[in-house]
């Protein structure tokens, strides 16, 4: 190739290929007899639990996975700990437990409520606030309330609260778990009156 400006000339090569290929007919028809099984285990004796009802059991088995990555991982980050008593290796489980149920259940509830409106929620996602969802999460849920701020000052025998606006999504949440807003309002005494 020739020079362009100050650079220097280049040389350029062209190759075709050409690849023939044959067919093993006897490994394609072993592989396809593999296709579409699943391996399923299970605790459950075959007189108690039959293997199509496994497979009914487990098919849903994803939803039950996901909640357990959520105790494994972010939000509630039960990680390996050196823990040497074994009642508070319970007890951390047990506890941790507990805010799992609470995250799957904020998000049934908070689903349920937008499926039965036939409506959805807007304005989680952060960057995309037009993007709307009637599947959220319970973690994209509580995030839309981390900007809330409760500031108490005492001051001459007297406290004074500021506490943060609701946003109409934050108000729209509260509506569909069934809470009121005075749960949030009665977090702090109100007073107008500069401290």
Do not use: C
């Not at 190739?1 to 350029?12: G, L, N, T």
């Amino acid at each position: 190739m020739r020079r362009y400006r100050d650079r220097p000339a280049r040389m350029v090569e062209h190759r075709r290929f050409q690849v023939n290929g044959t067919l093993e007919t006897e490994a394609i028809n072993q592989q396809m007899q593999t296709l579409g099984w699943r391996v399923y285990v299970t605790n459950h004796p075959a007189a108690a639990l039959s293997l199509p009802q496994a497979v009914t059991v487990y098919r849903q088995e994803y939803l039950v996975e996901h909640s357990f990555s959520r105790l494994k991982g972010h939000p509630l980050s039960l990680s390996p700990m050196y823990l040497q008593r074994e009642d508070h290796i319970k007890g951390l489980i047990r506890l941790l437990s507990m805010g799992l149920r609470l995250l799957t259940l904020v998000e049934f509830q908070m689903r349920q409520a937008l499926a039965g409106h036939q409506e959805t929620l807007s304005g989680l996602y952060i960057g995309n606030p037009k993007r709307a969802t009637a599947r959220p999460t319970a973690e994209l849920l509580l995030a839309s309330f981390r900007d809330i701020t409760l500031v108490m000052v005492n001051a001459r025998g007297q406290t004074y609260a500021h506490l943060t606006e609701l946003t109409p999504l934050q108000q729209q949440i509260l509506k569909a778990l069934n809470f009121p807003v005075s749960i949030y309002t009665l977090l702090g005494p109100v007073s107008d009156e500069p401290p």
